[in-house]
Nanobody
Framework: QVQLVESGGGLVQAGGSLRLSCTAS????????MGWYRQAPGKQREFVAR???????NYADSVKGRFTISRDNAKNTVYLQMNSLKPEDTAVYIC???????????????WGQGTQVTVSS
């Protein structure tokens, strides 16, 4: 079983910044990708950002240019730097690790407990 532990959430004013951390219980290189999702009240969980084991990054259009995902393999940690925060960024941010067993098979996803980010207006 994989454990993912997030930290860094909190309450900030619009325009402020937060840095989230996600630490895994094993080498993050063992996953095809790691990233962040978020879920706000009344909304479905949505993709935010992803980084592959090779370093390729992807972002949701809503956060592109404001958020940056990075990793530290030695610390088994993935970060999400969030700048220029908006009230609509308010959500529980959940760390994700994904492994793909092969073609035609569904991916295996591991999830953290989540950390609350609240952006006031």
């Amino acid at each position: 079983q994989v454990q993912l532990v997030e930290s860094g959430g909190g309450l900030v004013q619009a325009g402020g910044s937060l840095r989230l951390s996600c630490t895994a219980s094993r080498s993050i290189f063992s996953f095809n990708a790691m990233g962040w999702y978020r879920q706000a009240p009344g909304k479905q969980r949505e993709f935010v950002a992803r980084i592959t084991s090779g370093g390729t990054t992807n972002y949701a259009d809503s956060v592109k240019g404001r958020f940056t995902i990075s990793r530290d393999n030695a610390k088994n940690t993935v970060y999400l730097q969030m700048n220029s925060l908006k009230p609509e960024d308010t959500a529980v941010y959940i760390c994700n690790a994904m492994s793909s067993p092969g073609p035609g098979r569904p991916p295996i996803d591991y999830w953290g407990q989540g950390t609350q980010v609240t952006v006031s207006s």
